[in-house]
């Protein structure tokens, strides 16, 4: 077999490599991935749903589309079977050797390669890596005030599948000085954008109260191991998703490892799942062992 031929048959097994941008919702993350994904030699992006491949949308279906906020998000984690299979077929018969996931925590970008079977990301991006803080409060006064988002393709392309929720495109030219803090050089493009108006932004975002979370969680735990007795919940929230304190009571004899582990998934996946929320951390306190 020739050295050329066993390159080839190589290079179809080389994992890929897989890159991560992760920022706060409406920090900028879409404006400034294109460029990024340059500075790597990156020709796939991940971006709420969509798979972008040299400035086309080539599967998946955009998370901007959806009605409410909600179900946005669902697209965004690529929560649907059928979602996600889909865009993985597409990836493996591509055979994209290094991609960029956008997403706005590392939770988020986890989930994603793994729903997506790609490898975890190799290098993680903070969006303050990248942009100053003025640019992120410009950029997240574009999204809250505004109600700008954007698509890093071409304004054809969303014309071509998402005419409903196009609004206008956009041109900049971005420097690596610009972008990349610390850079030499002022060498950069000309990169076209487009900018959309979202389906569940003309409604309004729908928030979740604790105590609904709370009622949730009592429920989760109560299908999950109706033996476990809850003392307490706690909820903090913050831009990135919700963070649980539940202290429980458990009957003497009980594997404790195995079942709070157990407990701790089947929260994260049934809620996830309902809402569309993340679930950032379950922690779980043992407050007593108890008869049976």
Not at 33 to 61: F, P, T
Not at 194 to 221: D, N, W, Y
């Amino acid at each position: 077999m020739s050295t050329g031929i066993v390159e080839s048959v190589k290079s179809l097994f080389k994992p890929v490599q897989v890159y991560a941008l992760v920022g706060e919702s409406g920090t900028g993350k879409s404006f400034r991935s294109k460029l990024l994904a340059e500075e790597y030699g990156i020709h796939a992006i991940i971006d709420d749903g969509l798979l972008i491949q040299d400035d086309k949308i080539v599967a998946g279906r955009s998370a901007k589309r959806e009605k409410t906020y909600m179900g946005a998000v669902r697209v965004a984690l690529f929560d649907d079977k059928d979602h996600r299979d889909s865009v993985a077929r597409v990836l493996r018969k591509t055979h994209i050797r290094k991609i960029l996931l956008l997403g706005t925590s590392e939770k988020m970008v986890s989930k994603i390669a793994m729903r997506l079977q790609l490898p975890q990301p190799q290098k993680i991006i903070h969006i303050e890596e990248i942009a100053t803080k003025e640019e992120i409060e410009k950029a997240v006064k574009s999204r809250h005030v505004e109600g700008k988002h954007v698509i890093p393709v071409p304004s054809i392309e969303v014309k071509k599948n998402y005419p409903q929720i196009f609004s206008a495109s956009m041109r900049d030219f971005f420097s690596k000085r610009k972008l990349f803090k610390g850079k030499n050089g002022a060498s950069g493009k000309m990169i076209e954008k487009s900018i959309v108006q979202p389906e569940f932004s003309k409604k309004g975002r729908v928030e979740i109260s604790e105590a609904a979370l709370t009622q949730m969680v009592m429920h989760c735990v109560s299908e999950c191991d109706p033996d476990v007795r809850i003392k307490k919940i706690s909820i903090k929230t913050d831009a990135r998703g919700y963070r649980l304190l539940v202290t429980i009571d458990v009957p003497f004899g009980t594997q404790l490892t195995g079942k709070v582990h157990r407990l701790q998934q089947y929260i994260i996946d049934k809620i996830e799942s309902f809402t569309g929320i993340l679930i950032e951390e379950v922690s779980i306190i043992i407050d007593k062992i108890t008869k049976n």
